[in-house]
């Protein structure tokens, strides 16, 4: 069996124009993958320190209420909170959930002091930020997103 010239011609020419085409094609999905792969990163990442952030806010507003009232007047204050420690437990790690949770119990806590322990409370607290566990646990997770 013997094969004509220009069809072995013929035949390398097509090969070769398909196998550019798939290695083309493959480049392109690669690339694209890639793209929406960080992309989606990048959306979680957002989301993420939204809600982190939001957490924050809430937490220093009832620490600063819990500071100044005697007593916890309205449970309703600290109902975003539990609502945002909610949405932390959908995906964040375990160690952000824990350290949300232990900045609620010291800011219920802070609304159980008596008057008279109020200033002792305000001695230990000057010198331990109750969010600043949380925050290094939201950063290391941003981290290891990224």
Request: proline share 4%; hydrophobic share 40%; net charge negative.
């Amino acid at each position: 069996m013997t094969m004509d010239p220009a069809t072995i011609s013929a035949v390398s020419a097509l090969s070769g124009s398909a196998i550019g085409a798939m290695a083309s094609f493959a480049t392109t999905w690669l690339t694209q993958n890639h793209q929406d792969h960080m992309q989606r990163l990048d959306k979680e990442g957002s989301r993420r320190e939204r809600l982190f952030a939001e957490f924050i806010d809430q937490a220093s507003k009832a620490y600063a209420d819990g500071v100044v009232q005697e007593d916890l007047d309205d449970p309703a204050k600290l109902v975003p909170m539990y609502a945002t420690i909610n949405k932390l437990r959908l995906f964040a790690k375990p160690t952000t959930i824990e350290a949300a949770e232990a900045v609620l119990a010291s800011i219920v806590k802070t609304y159980e002091t008596p008057p008279s322990d109020l200033e002792t409370l305000k001695s230990q607290v000057a010198g331990h930020d109750i969010l600043n566990s949380f925050a290094e646990s939201c950063r290391q997770e941003l981290t290891q997103l990224r």
